[in-house]
């Protein structure tokens, strides 16, 4: 089995910076494309970051210039750099992965718990 656990979210004022992770785990085989989500409170889940096992990133225009995704292939995680916050990134974010598992043939779309995200104005 894996599993994708995030780690980093918390309590933040406007301007700050936090660091999300999150470490994929169990039986992999390969991990492909490795993203974070964000969904607020009656808003529909969207797509933050995107960063592609050879490292090509893209954002959404919204964080661009203020979050930095990247990985670290050898320790299986990802990392969302957040930097100058404001209120409207307020949200849980998610960890998102296809990966294939040792043993089998196709990838599996793996989902982290979620890590709060709070920023206060």
């Known amino acids: 089995q894996v599993q994708l656990v995030e780690s980093g979210g918390g309590l933040v004022q406007a301007g700050g910076s936090l660091r999300l992770s999150c470490a994929a785990s169990g039986s992999i085989f390969s991990i492909y494309d490795m993203a974070w989500y964000r969904q607020a409170p009656r808003e529909q889940r969207e797509l933050v970051a995107v960063?592609?096992?050879?490292?090509?990133?893209n954002y959404a225009d919204s964080v661009k210039g203020r979050f930095t995704i990247s990985r670290d292939n050898a320790k299986n995680t990802v990392y969302l750099q957040m930097s100058s916050l404001k209120p409207e990134d307020t949200a849980v974010y998610y960890c998102?992965?296809?990966?294939?598992?040792?043993?089998?043939?196709?990838?599996?779309?793996?989902w982290g718990q979620g890590t709060q995200v709070t920023v206060s104005s």
């Open positions: 998102n992965s296809d990966i294939i598992q040792r043993g089998e043939w196709s990838t599996r779309r793996y």
């Open positions: 960063i592609t096992s050879g490292g090509s990133t």
